[in-house]
């Protein structure tokens, strides 16, 4: 398992985090994930040979966030 660390624009509620945990943790590989409102960031434990960064970016901004590099 490998920790990433994603900037996410736009998380600033309860509801914010439970619709950004909950769209990464459907995905295959993702192990745990821990959203910080306050520092706009998404750690993420992640198995890489089952979920790319750009499937996990993908899930996020379905969600209506804006994931930045």
């Known amino acids: 398992m490998e920790k ?5 624009e736009g998380m600033t509620c309860g509801h914010c985090k439970s619709a950004v945990t909950n769209a990464l943790t459907e995905l295959e590989g ?3 994930v821990t959203v910080h409102l306050e520092t706009g960031t998404v750690d993420v434990e992640v198995d890489e040979s089952k979920v790319s960064e750009s499937e996990m970016c993908e899930a996020i901004e379905e969600q209506g966030y804006d994931v930045k590099a």
Do not use: I, Q, Y
């Open 30 to 32: 993702v192990k745990n």
């Open 4 to 8: 990433k660390t994603l900037k996410v």
